[in-house]
Every structure is written in C-alpha cells, then in structure tokens.
DNA sequence: CGTCAGACTTAGAAAGTTAAAA
DNA sequence: TTTTAACTTTCTAAGTCTGACG
C-alpha cells in the first residue's frame, strides 16, 4: 500500500533534526526563503522552545505501523477498538526520515511513506510563521494612522489591501503525500501517557452532552419538569443537576464511543465502496449505499431516511423512537424516552425519523435543509431591535459652514464620521458608495453637492467625547448600565427546543450601518439600512405563542412553522437583498452539536477512504480526458494544501478565489516541479506558498496554462459542483471541505500524539500551542498584526538588554567576591551587599533564565502575530483529540477551551484518553 | 446540466473582559 | 490604582453545498 507514489505526503515541516515526527501531512511547510530575513534566528529558537512541538514531526518509525510499541495508541486501539485503531493502521507507516535525509531524499519516492519530505531546510519545520513573519509582512491595513504604524516592515506590498501576506511556504516534498502519515510517532512517551486521564474537567460541560441525547427524545414542552436529567437544565438549577449528569455522560459517552468504533471498523475493511460516511448526516445517509453496515446508528438513519418516506418511522430497532406525532401542531412528542444509551442512538434516528413527517413545513415551499426534521417543538420570543437613532444635533461643516440635516441625514452622516480613521475612509469605493446613498437622503439640490466638501470632524469629535464618557463611568454604573441591558435582553436569549432550554446564538437584529466588506469589496460603504419587523420572517412551532413584535404598531413579514430548518428568523440582506441573514442557535445547542459532531465524524471517516481517493487521482493525472485530469490535480491540491473548494461569484463582490476559481496567473511554475500559489482567498486573506508537487501534477497544470491569458480559469472544465459530484462517487457525502477538516484534525492527532508529555502544564500548553499553530498555518488562518505590536516587541527587547545589563554586574560581582573583593555599586548607586559565590552563581543562573524565558516570549510573539489560532480551534480541529490529549496529560480542559468552547464541544467531552482521530 | 435560492459553516475584526504589569 | 496586554465574546461578512428549476 501505501507505498509510493500515491501518497505521499509532504511533510512538512520538519524536518529538522532528528527527531521529528513526521506526520507528514502534507501541508506546507514552508521554508520559504524569505525567512531568512529574520527570521532566521529565530529559527532555531523556534525549535528550541517549543521543544515541543517543534520537533515532533517526524518520527522515524513508522513503520510498521506506525505505532510503536510505545505508542499507546497502539495499544489504546487495541484495546479500544475502534477509535484508535483506527488511525494507525490505516495510514500507513510512515516514515521519516531521518534527519539527515532529508534534503535528499526528496524524491524519492519509494519509501513508502516517507514522508520524506524534507524539508529543505531545516526549517521547515517550522512553520511558516516564521515565515510568514518573515517575510511577508503582512501588514494590514495601512491607512489609518494609528494603525499602521506598527508594523515592521509594512509596506510590503499591499499596502493597502489587507492582504496580509502572509506567509509562504514552501513544500516539498514530494509526493507523499500521504498516505499515511503514519500516523504517530511517539517516541516519548513517558510521561503521561499511561492512563492518566481523569478527567478533566468536567463539570461543566457535561450537561451539554446530555442534550444531545435529548435530540430526539424526550420531553414535550414542558420543559422543565423532565429535564432534570436530561437536558440541560435551565441554568439555575445546574447546581444540582451536575452530578447526575455527568454520571449520564460517562455512560453515554462510552456508548458513543464504541459506536463510533464500530462503525469504523466495519468500514475500514471494506472500504472503499461503501463508506460510510460515517456519520450520519444526512447527506452522507443519502448517498450512502451501503447498507448495512453498522448501522447502527448511524447509518441506520441514514438509510432510513429515505425508505421511510413517510411516516413510517423506522426507528427501526431502536425502540425507543420518537414519536412522532404528526399530528397536530406541535407535536410535542411525546415520546417517552427510554433508555438511556439507547437514546443517544435513538436521537438520531429520530431525526432522520422525523423527517418524515415532514409535513412539517408549513406551507410553503421549500424544505430547505437537508429537508429531514430538525425539531418537533420551538418556542422562542423573536428578535430583538436595536433602539432607534437618537440624534444628536452636531453639525457638520460643508465648505467651512455648519450644515442642518434632518434626523436620517444626520444618522448616516454620523456612521460615516464615526469611521474616520478606519481605513475604510479613505478608499475611494468606500466614499463613491457612501455618497450615494447619502446624496440619496440629501436630495439632488441639497447644499452638500460634493463629499470632499464636507468636514465630518464636528461630529467625529463628539463621538470621542461620548466615547470617553463611557470609558469614565464609574464601575457600578457600567454594571447597571449592563444589568439593565441584560434584563432587557433576557427573554430573547432563550429557546425551548423539543423541551430543552437552548441558547439563542444572535437574537439581536443588525443594525443599521455602513457595509464593511472585507478586502476590494465593490458595495463597500454602502448603507446598510435599518431593519424592521416588516423584513422579518419568523419561524417557530406550531403550538409556541407567536412572539409579539417588539416594535408598537408594526408586525412580522410572516410567520411559518418549518422544522425542517434550524432558524429562528430571518431577513434579506440589504445590502444583497437575494441573501438571507439568519437567527440561529447558539453553537452550545445540541442541534448545532450533533452536527458539528457529525463533521468530524466525516472526516475521521475520511481516514479510511484517503489512501483509494490518493491513488485515483494519481492515477488521473495523466487522464486523457481534461476534466477528468482536472479533477485529479484540483482534488491533490486541496488534499495536500487544504485549499477551499472555491466556487464562482459574481461581479459584485470582492475578487477571491478557491481552488476551483484559481486564475492562471495565480500559479507559476518553477522547474524542476514546484508551484508557487499567490491569490486572495475567503477574506481577502493572501494565500502564498510554494510547494513542491509530483511531476506529472506539475505537467499537467503547465498544460492548464498553456495557451491561457493570467486572468482565466486555470480549472476550465471544472466547478466545485463536478468536482464534489466525483468526490460523492469515491465517497458517499464527500465534499471538498471534508478535506479540510481532515487535514487539520490529521495534523493535531499527529501532532499530540507523541507525547511530549514531560514537563509542566505550562509546557504541556506550549505543545498544544505549537500543535494549533502548525493547523492554524496549513489552514492558512491570519490575523492582522496588532497596532502595538512593534512597540511591544521593542519593549521586550529593552528588558531583555536591561536583564543581560544585570547579569554582566552580577559576573562581575562573582569574580571580585572570589577575589575577596566587595561588589561594586549597582548602576543605580546603590550598595549592594557582598555575597558569597555560590550566591553570586547562583543569581547569575536566575537571571539567565529570566533571560532566556523573555527571548522565548519575545519570539513567540513575533512568531504568532500572524497566525490566528483560533479559528482552527472553533472549526476544524476535533475537539475529541483535545479532550483525549487533556486527560493523557492532565492538562485542565479549561486551560485549552473557553467557557464557550466547553460549552460548545460538551458533546465530545467524554472522549476517552485513548481517542484517536 | 447549469443556475439560483436557501441554509448553514467558517472568518477575521471589533468590542468587551480579565489578568498582569507599572 | 491605573495602564496595558492578553484573552474572550460578539458581530457579521464570506464561504460551502444542496436541492429545485428550467
């Protein structure tokens, strides 16, 4: 298997000395040259530090499988069946390669894993950060005065646009692309591994978990009542209801788990032609066709979906089923939940079951969604309004004189005085929009004829003072100001799903504004105007009290009854009036869990398809077909960069791509067989990076090329439609996204596996960081370099030549104590008294610490002002290997996740220690 | 098929909080 | 205490992907 060709992967980074691991992922690794800049130094010290991470990559053994006897996970699997088995076997071994290696080997291919990559250099491993930092710069945005400043190097390039730029990278490796990355590596072990888990944390969360057992089951309305056990009690009572429920998680999760595993395990063998997807989404039911399988849960829905039609409920063995009850409104479901375990099964089936019933939506139209029931009661009170515009009655001057404008004239005006030193005020789209729909509300014969007349700082000024005044406020007043707020508010930050107290994610309407769009948008500054009940379409149970518009004399656009959908509300964009702006739930609901639940579970599934889907495109490299050729090299460049599918837009919005809308001018060729990527991806965010890639990859986008002026299609013959059609066909309910998320769990799993596990919890967090943040880089997720961030740098930098002051007086004071001599007076006069050399020594060691921890930070900083961590954190990394990591190690959960993130990922937080993605 | 409406996930920046340093 | 830097949460823009339609 695995061997060659296909796969490969990249690894990325590094490679760096020895030990690495090699989790090849593929990604990018960037080495970029630039770095050199810079970065450079730094480099080592990347490694240093974070010891941790750094290293890890590769890990030269592999092979057999990967695990290594240490590994526990290995054995974990073994043991636990499912879950780790998983991983491991399936990759392959991968190999590293050692060290030395590396730059040679690049090529060659052969190994069967290899991974080889080497990296170029060293750095690799490293990541790109530092490379990005390194080079790019990637300033932000630039105009505004008080921003900008900061940055470094700014200028680069763009200035204007944001585009950060952000790092290259560069690749490698070859092709390798995968395989297997073998999966882990460990050497360490040691520490922790064992068992260790305990729990984390617990508490908390757990009640979230619960919920989602309730999907389906369970509890008519009446909320409260039942849940005690259930479902997340409402907030108050959670003192009480804890213990239990973490008791219920625990069963629970175990259940789940194996779950999960079996299914997976099924899978495994056969592959290939069934996948399942495994979870069961919806989509992935659909398609599925395999039968069988497992279905357990999962799949059992699936499946079911569809033949059930109607009514019939399937629920098949599961007993438990829901009730559903067509009938009448409502339904309130009666349902009599049972069991425990079982419910969670249950739960899905439900949904799929309830699809059914599908009479659900209410009149009109479209089922939307996946079409399959999503609840089977709602109760919620709307949305709330911002307060109308309170005018304030500064004037603005036009050609030196104060102007009257009327109440809308004047509210507009404010929004864009309120923006002078954003960037936005400068750019000459932001004004031209601006001014129009403001010379709309003026009228053609007003006075103000022409923006650049107008002198907004009358307004802008009593903004800051307001501004100020705010900030000036004594502590008890904010507080009542926010206590006030949040009694306001408090009814609308609630919904009772299926009987379940759910927090409602943004209740609060948009208010009115100037649009905001990210990079060269074309609507940028237009007015985004103020949104009345009458633009709102409400979604609620049949049964629930229709909530009363909050504003006196008006009312809803319309009302509907559609469980089909997860929205509240909803109203056309104004700015886009043929887009929609959703109410949703919050992402701690268990119907936002289960979903990004099955995410996860999709792309784990992937685990087990990656090897087919790897050597089918390479196959198709050298297709005759063209689109069938293009396919093949989209589908390795979103496997082995984790690019976005990238599908079409239209004229009006800002000019970004993905990798099906990759321009010809977006890709160079560099010979012998690297590619260099440049082009403004989801945000306008800069996407540069070189990689190396398989020779026939690298022929066949030469010939997508040729002929080709730099603003066509580099893809003609594809579009993610086609593209995620063929996915389906290799895996039933793969998308182009999958790969993504894919990818960056791949990567965590990998990286965390090898348990550095020596050291403190602080360490341990290190490791953690450095492992988000090579995901964070293969994700390709920015940040803007903070305004002060130089000024910090520089701050550190000045403490660090104070600290290395001290430590020159305290040599000094070490040699003349061994002479018998006092100390000399310290810098700043004062006496300082005599000490005997192993003191001296021993404060000499001390302050190099200090010194040695600041230059630490100092780099860390520097090299994380780029990257986003959190991004990957929310989206993409399954927050089961997180939990599984915690408990190998002890970390507190808590020091990884949010309140909010907790809350969010409660149903992956019976993970066990042995989780493995 | 290609397009489009619709629904839902993913993003970075801004705003708000909290912790740490001065 | 006050300031500042770090960390969280909120906000809403910008993607993905599906099913219906012509």
Redesign the pocket.
């Known amino acids: 298997m695995a061997t060659e060709t296909v796969s490969k992967p990249v690894v990325e980074n590094g490679c760096e000395d020895d030990e690495e691991d090699g989790p090849i992922v593929f990604k990018r690794r960037s080495t970029v040259a630039s770095n050199s800049n810079q970065s450079k130094s730094n480099p080592q010290r990347s490694n240093a530090v974070p010891s941790t991470k750094v290293s890890p990559m590769r890990s030269p053994v592999t092979s057999a499988n990967g695990t290594t006897p240490s590994n526990r996970s290995s054995s974990v699997k073994s043991s636990v069946p499912s879950s780790s088995s998983k991983a491991s076997p399936a990759k392959s071994p991968l190999r590293n390669d050692t060290p030395s290696a590396v730059k040679n080997r690049s090529q060659s291919h052969k190994d069967q894993s290899e991974c080889k990559r080497e990296l170029e250099d060293s750095e690799d491993n490293r990541p790109l950060s530092f490379i990005m930092s390194a080079n790019s710069s990637r300033p932000?945005?630039a105009p505004n005065s008080s921003?900008k400043v900061s940055s470094p190097q700014p200028d680069k390039k763009n200035s204007g646009d944001?585009s950060?730029d952000r790092a290259k990278r560069i690749i490698k490796d070859e092709s390798d692309d995968e395989t297997p990355i073998a999966s882990m590596l460990r050497k360490k072990i040691g520490s922790g591994m064992s068992g260790s888990s305990k729990q984390v944390s617990n508490d908390e969360k757990k009640p979230l978990i619960r919920k989602l057992h309730l999907n389906g089951s369970i509890v008519k309305n009446e909320v409260t009542s039942s849940k005690v056990s259930g479902k997340r009690p409402l907030e108050k009572n959670s003192s009480a209801g804890e213990s239990s429920l973490k008791k219920h998680n625990v069963s629970a999760s175990t259940t789940s788990v194996k779950m999960k595993q079996d299914s997976v395990k099924t899978e495994s063998s056969g592959d290939k032609g069934k996948a399942l997807v495994t979870p069961k989404s919806?989509?992935a039911r659909?398609l599925s066709t395999r039968e069988e399988d497992t279905d357990d849960d999962d799949v059992p829905l699936a499946k079911r979906r569809k033949s059930e039609s109607s009514n019939s409920k399937i629920s098949s063995a599961k007993p438990k089923a829901v009730k559903v009850i067509p009938s009448s409104s409502a339904a309130k479901p009666k349902v009599t939940k049972v069991v425990s375990h079982t419910s969670r099964k249950m739960n899905k089936n439900s949904k799929k079951v309830m699809k059914d019933s599908k009479y659900s939506t209410s009149s009109k139209?479209?089922?939307?969604?996946?079409?399959q029931k999503?609840w089977t009661t709602l109760v919620h009170s709307g949305v709330i309004f911002p307060p109308p515009y309170q005018p304030h009655g500064i004037k603005i001057l036009y050609k030196g004189k104060p102007v009257d404008l009327t109440t809308e004239q004047e509210e507009v005006a404010t929004m864009f005085a309120v923006m002078k030193e954003?960037?936005y005020y400068t750019k000459p789209q932001f004004r031209e929009n601006f001014w129009n729909d403001w010379r709309a509300l003026l009228g053609k014969k007003h006075v103000i004829q022409k923006l650049e007349d107008c002198d907004f700082s009358p307004i802008y000024d009593w903004h800051l003072v307001e501004k100020e005044k705010?900030k000036q406020m004594s502590t008890e007043e904010?507080k009542a100001l926010?206590e006030e707020k949040l009694k306001q508010e408090e009814k609308y930050m609630w919904a009772v799903v299926d009987g379940v107290k759910e927090k409602v994610?943004?209740?609060?309407?948009?208010?009115p504004?100037l649009?905001?769009?990210?990079?060269e948008?074309p609507?940028?500054g237009k007015l985004?105007k103020r949104i009345r009940p009458c633009d709102i379409t409400i979604n609620i149970g049949k049964s629930a009290p229709i909530p009363e518009c909050p504003i006196p004399g008006e009312s809803w656009k319309e009302v509907k009854h559609?469980n089909?959908?997860?929205?509240l509300a909803?109203w056309?964009?104004p700015?886009n009036p043929?887009?929609?702006?959703?109410v949703?739930l919050?992402?701690s609901s268990a119907?936002?869990g289960l979903?990004?639940k099955e995410?996860y579970e999709k792309a784990r599934n992937l685990t087990h398809h990656i090897k087919s889907i790897r050597e089918t495109y390479t196959k198709n490299f050298t297709s005759k077909d063209v689109t069938k050729k293009q396919i093949a090299v989209a589908t390795y460049l979103i496997d082995k960069l984790a690019?976005?599918?990238?599908?079409?837009?239209?004229d009006d919005?800002?000019d970004?791509v993905?990798?099906?809308?990759l321009k010809v001018g977006n890709v160079e060729c560099i010979p012998p067989n690297q590619i260099k990527f440049d082009f403004?991806?989801?945000?306008?965010?800069r996407y540069e990076n070189t990689v190396v890639v398989e020779p026939p990859v690298y022929k066949a986008i030469g010939q997508f090329q040729a002929g080709k002026s730099k603003t066509d299609d580099l893809f003609d013959e594809l579009?993610?439609?086609?593209?995620?059609?063929h996915l389906?066909e290799l895996v039933p309910?793969?998308?182009?996204?999958?790969f993504?998320?894919y990818n960056a769990s791949f990567t965590l799993n990998q990286m965390l596996t090898d348990d550095n596990g020596d050291g403190d919890v602080n360490h341990k967090i290190v490791v953690y960081q450095q492992a988000n943040k090579k995901v964070?880089i293969i994700?390709?997720?920015?940040?803007?370099v903070?305004k002060?961030?130089g000024?910090?740098i520089e701050?550190l930098a000045g403490?660090i030549d104070e600290l290395k002051e001290g430590l020159k007086e305290l040599e000094t004071n070490l040699k003349r104590a061994k002479e018998g001599k006092p100390p000399l007076e310290g810098s700043d006069g004062k006496k300082i008294r005599s000490l005997d050399p192993n003191a001296w020594e021993k404060k000499i060691a001390q302050q190099n610490l200090k010194i040695k921890k600041m230059e630490l930070?100092k780099h860390t900083?520097e090299d994380l002002k780029t990257v986003?961590l959190?991004?990957?954190k929310?989206?993409?990394m399954d927050p089961r290997i997180t939990v599984a990591w915690c408990k190998r190690h002890e970390v507190p959960i808590?020091?990884i996740?949010?309140?909010?993130?907790l809350a969010k990922f409660a149903w992956a937080m019976d993970a066990g220690p042995d989780f493995r993605f």
Not at 733 to 738: D, I, Q, W
Request: charged share 35%; net charge positive.
């Open positions: 932000n945005k921003l944001r950060l919806t989509k659909q139209s479209l089922p939307s969604g996946d079409g999503k954003t960037d705010k904010k926010k994610g943004n209740f609060r309407v948009e208010p504004g649009f905001r769009g990210r990079g948008h609507k940028m985004k559609d089909t959908v997860t929205w909803f056309n964009d700015i043929r887009e929609f702006k959703y949703f919050a992402a119907l936002k979903s990004d995410k690019l976005r599918a990238g599908n079409e837009k239209d919005e800002a970004t993905g990798c099906c809308t403004l991806g989801k945000d306008s965010i579009d993610t439609n086609k593209l995620n059609a389906k309910g793969l998308t182009a996204k999958v993504r998320t964070a994700c390709n997720h920015q940040r803007a903070s002060s961030h000024a910090q701050k403490k930070d900083k986003a959190g991004t990957s929310i989206n993409y808590e020091k996740f949010t309140k909010t993130l």
